[in-house]
């Protein structure tokens, strides 16, 4: 019977088979359990003693309600949900603005768009500035930026401070999903050559100084995928399958930053510039308006040691507090006029059991957006929104469209608006967004820069612009751009008092239609 058994091609063929699942078994062990010791909280002053290599994952497009690591029902985010189950999550963190180049503005430079004046087409950041790149090169370590979204290129200012900055040369496209856009421009290659690029750096890194590594993936905003993702085929699907795309090449540059033995001695900080919106308040895509499902983003910090279980911080934060939270956390010196906060004194205090700081409960929140950032021609035309204790008022500052309100506890969708019914409650966010207005000056100002040909064509890639023709059509007789004021303002706040006594649905402003992302 035995003999029988070992002579038969089918048990063979199972053997085989088993050895081939032990083996992908084992590279998703290598893969899910991180080559770093244990260690709790308190560890966290040691790394102000040693030079800690420090990797910052920026997925543009990216929103968090649709990770599984923050309760989405679907697994599209299985190894950033490994790192974070270990790590520090940060569940309610608000991005600056739903525009790219004005979000990422402010997470360099810990500042608030109106305030860092990048909240224009031309806009850049000014040289005179001290970017956390320029911070970690004056400590002594290498700088290294790969980034695929050319509103970060060189030219907007957002290279200062790296050794190296790049866009990686494209390589291998996945199966591809082109999301509804009119342009004709298509933007080359996948994340995969930000990951091979990534880790080629790995094989010569952290041998004679510590390094700094800024990874922007792009597929999410693209809606670009592998042919293994299979969550659907509606718009909304394809998105996730994208996240799904990217978490997987997150997943093999961890496992390729543990197998050199360099994640021991790494601090990963992972986070989104903006989300992504389908049509829940009428829109799709960002860079149209300030609701949650475009300002709502993932922030996790992964420890060169491996915490119990994760610590899971309720609190709201902001993108403008990541960098004052690094720093601090190494010892470094903090970003000059950084409006943002360090979260360590919330961290402890969350890890030990203890209250909130007093200066992190009911802390407001903001975003800030220039509905005509995309026109050359047209006057300002801003919405900024306040969250503060559960609640969001949102204000166009040009009487482009209504104050809107929302108790964001119960009504998460944001969906009935409360603007008239709760006047007391508007008129106390209301003098929150006094407060942020008279928030000090941060001293610079934002340059102005040409968009020659090949940024216009790459930018145009991303879905942004459109070519004059189209624009032209949106402007008035006298060929200027119909929307906007010269001197936005808060009176605006009181147009909510204008509405009927019965309306409650949301009336959406008349976005922008020269861009589609």
Known sequence: MIQRIFRSPKTYFFLIAALVILLALSQVVQIHIPARSRGSIEDLASLRERKVNVVFVLVDTL????????????????????????????RHNLSQSSWTKSSMASIWTATYPNLNGVTRFSDGLPEELKLPAEIFKDAGY?????????????????????????????S??????????????????????????????????????????????????????????????????????????????????????DKRGLSKN????????????????GTEGHARNLYHEVTETPF???????????????????????????????????????????????????????TPPAEFLNRPGFAYLDRTWGSDRAKPDPLIATTYDEHRLIVPMCFHGRTELYDIAKDRGEKQNLARRASRLRENLTERLIGFFALPDTGFAATKNEVDTLMRGQLLALGYVL?????????????????????????????????????????????LKFYTK
């Open 172 to 257: 291998w496209t996945p199966e591809k999903i082109e999301k509804r856009t009119i342009s004709s421009y298509k933007l080359s290659g996948s994340d995969q050559s930000v990951t091979e690029s990534a880790i080629e750096f790995l094989n010569d890194a952290g041998k004679d100084k510590p390094f700094f590594l800024y990874l922007h993936y792009m597929d999410v905003h693209q809606y670009v995928f592998d042919d293994t993702s299979d969550f659907g085929v509606t718009f909304s699907d394809y998105y996730d399958n994208s996240i799904s795309w990217v978490d997987k090449n997150i997943g093999m540059f961890l496992y390729e930053l």
């Open 142 to 170: 290498r700088t290294v930026g790969l980034y695929r979204n050319g509103w970060v290129a060189p030219n907007f200012g957002f290279s200062q401070g790296f050794d190296q900055y790049q866009n990686p040369i494209a």
């Open 63 to 90: 929103r968090a309600d649709r990770l599984s690591t923050y309760g989405y029902e679907r697994l599209t985010s299985r190894y950033l949900t490994d790192a974070a189950s270990v790590g520090i999550l940060f």
């Open 467 to 511: 070519d004059d023709h189209e624009r032209a059509k949106m402007r008035g007789p006298d060929g200027e751009d119909p929307r906007g004021c010269e001197k936005p303002s808060l009176p605006a706040l009181d147009h909510a008092a204008t509405e009927p006594e019965d309306s409650e649905d949301i009336i959406e402003p008349d976005v």
């Open 266 to 281: 790494t601090v990963v900080v992972f986070a989104a510039d903006h989300g992504e919106a389908f049509m829940e308040h």
């Open 300 to 354: 996790v910090i992964a420890l060169p040691f491996r915490l119990k279980e994760s610590l899971v911080i309720d609190e709201w934060v902001q993108n403008v507090d990541i960098w004052p939270t690094i720093l601090d956390m190494l010892g470094l010196p903090s970003i000059p006029g950084a409006q943002g906060k360090s979260l360590l004194p919330l961290i402890y205090a969350t890890a030990r059991g203890e």
